[in-house]
């Protein structure tokens, strides 16, 4: 498993200077970045310099409305020269309301969802590209009798469809990330390692005692899952906010799976 940040982590450095984020992310000792946001620099110019400093673009989150049939194509295009190898649905629903209105929210809202996305699978497919959705609170919490969104879309959507799981998220929603990892074994090919506090919320990180994460299980879980890229994201506003808590939450995960790899090969 590799180490990447999700640059949401460090988005006001990252909107100020592309370069410089890129290659202090380095600095920290990242393998890859998963990008966040709209396309605001040319493709060819992040492909080049993530080549130049050593980066792996193991992702972008990409917006619904940009997956749609009059966006589709200038979507894969764009990712297609960036080098981008998963994009990633960032949201559905919810307090948001993308995609549909909280009032219009049902089991079958999130079957069609599925098959929508199984669709831009095929698409994707043909560009070298995967696609994938990541999880919040509410695909755990919200439920239509024994269904949730998450368990709908894991159920609905084929394998070749990536489950990004965001442990704080999953934690905030009393689910756990290693169950959930370990009962969907191939389809959480990425994981948003997210610190969270129960008491804090987003205030702490990797490595701090406030952090609610078992990482033991769920490293385990996600070796024995076929993860392949741990994404750190933090959300600290206050206490540790942009590269003090990449850099906190780096040091913290290297070091849990350091001991991970220790105990699996015992």
Not at 5 to 30: H, M, N, P
Not at 52 to 72: F, P, R, S, Y
Not at 193 to 220: M, Q, V, Y
Request: hydrophobic share 35%; proline share 4%.
């Amino acid at each position: 498993m590799s180490i990447a940040l999700g640059l949401y982590s460090v988005y006001k450095e990252f909107q100020r200077d592309l370069e410089s984020t890129l290659r202090r992310v380095k600095a920290i000792g990242y393998e890859g970045v998963e990008f966040y946001g709209p396309f605001i620099h040319e493709p060819e110019k992040i492909k080049g310099l993530l080549e130049e400093i050593g980066l792996v673009n193991c992702g972008w989150h990409t917006e619904w409305k940009l997956l749609q049939a009059d966006t589709i194509e200038a979507t894969l295009d764009y990712h297609t020269r960036a080098g981008t190898t998963n994009m990633i649905i960032p949201a559905l629903g919810g307090p948001w309301q993308i995609g549909h209105k909280m009032s219009e929210d049902c089991a079958d809202v999130w079957v069609q969802y599925a098959g929508r996305i199984n669709e831009l699978a095929g698409l994707a497919e043909k560009r070298n590209l995967r696609i994938g959705y990541h999880t919040h609170a509410h695909e755990f919490h919200t439920h239509y009798g024994e269904s949730t969104p998450w368990s709908l879309l894991s159920e609905h959507t084929h394998s070749g469809v990536i489950l990004e799981l965001d442990t704080g998220n999953c934690i905030e929603a009393e689910a756990d990330p290693a169950q959930v990892i370990a009962d969907h074994p191939g389809r959480v090919q990425l994981v948003h390692c997210k610190p969270f506090s129960r008491e804090l919320g987003h205030e702490t990180f990797i490595g701090s005692t406030t952090d609610d994460n078992d990482w033991p299980a769920i490293l385990e879980a996600c070796s024995r899952s076929g993860t392949e890229w741990l994404i750190v994201e933090h959300e600290s506003e206050k206490g540790y906010p942009q590269f003090d808590g990449a850099e906190r939450c780096y040091a913290g995960l290297l070091e849990q799976l350091k001991l991970t790899r220790r105990e699996l090969l015992l």
